[in-house]
């Protein structure tokens, strides 16, 4: 039987493994919800959050699949932009256990759903135009319903032996550069707001992520600190251990949380389950914080 648990469950095991950043099909995951949640048991995590793109769509099949033992923290990476520098930069943050019915971001998560088939069909023409045979309809039917996202054009690239790999796809050639579209996301600091206002807790995920683009400058954190962020994802395998090291210390001198999570995206990625991991006193300080929604766990 599922049950909601209050908001200091045990965490089981004398060396608990806490993942709070990982994808499904419900976004740009290979792996379904329940199929999410069955995998982190068997890697023997104690916690995982679901943290799709843009969505919340996720949540309830990885509740009815959820193993025993395993207790599901629900959440959802948000696009987000800071619009206060030329050119914007582009920023993901991670919001736990919010309120998946909070209006007005239910209202945002579907604009930028939509902005994301938007994108997707554009660099789709735009592939197209150059001869490249890549199909929109077929790469919308095989995401499913899901967010759209770039790895969904990688896997038709590799499908149609051009690239090797979803990260080959991701080089300035194709998606990296050559064939990129802006999408319109959600301004950070709005984003910060409507989280909070939702009862969520705000994460910034992979702050220091550069192969992916320009990262933000610390003075920036340091504002979404004071508008409500709550914490940042130092362990990420996009950080290198020297960029652990400085947003540990950033975290540390903005009294920030510091987790620590795989992204894991099924085999749309190659880092595994449970690969970085965060502490039970960041995992509490976050569950404590939030009033969205309670974590899930399955009697066993
Ligand atoms: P999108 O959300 O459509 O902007 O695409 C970004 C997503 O693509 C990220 O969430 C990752 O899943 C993936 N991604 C971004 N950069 C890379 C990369 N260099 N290699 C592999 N996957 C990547
Ligand atoms: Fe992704
Ligand atoms: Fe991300
Ligand atoms: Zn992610």
Known sequence: MTSS??????????DPRIDLHAHSTASDGTLSPAELVRAAARAGLDVVAITDHD??????????????????LRGAELSCRWYGTQPSIALHLLAYLFDP???????????????????AERIVESLRADGIDVDWSDIQARAAGGTVGRPHIAQALIRAGLVGSTSEAFEPRWLGWRY??????????????????????????????SRRGPVVPDALIAEMAAAGLFGLEADHEDHSPDERAQVRRLAAELGLVVTGS???????????????TTSVSA????????SGVPLISVAG
């Open 101 to 119: 019915e909070s209006p007005e971001l239910v209202g945002e998560l579907a604009r930028i759903r939509l902005a994301r088939e938007i994108r």
């Open 262 to 276: 795989s992204d894991f995206h099924g085999e749309h990625k190659t880092v595994r389950l449970g690969a970085f």
């Open 55 to 72: 969505t919340t769509a996720g949540w309830a099949p990885a509740a009815t699949a959820l193993p025993p033992g395993l207790t599901l």
């Open 5 to 14: 648990v209050p908001p200091f469950p045990p965490v089981p095991g004398p």
């Open 283 to 290: 995992y509490e300080r976050i569950v404590a914080e939030a």
């Open 180 to 209: 990129r579209a802006p999408k319109e996301d959600l301004d950070v600091f709005h984003a910060i707001r409507l989280v909070r206002e939702a009862g969520g807790v705000p994460v910034f995920a992979h702050p220091r992520a």
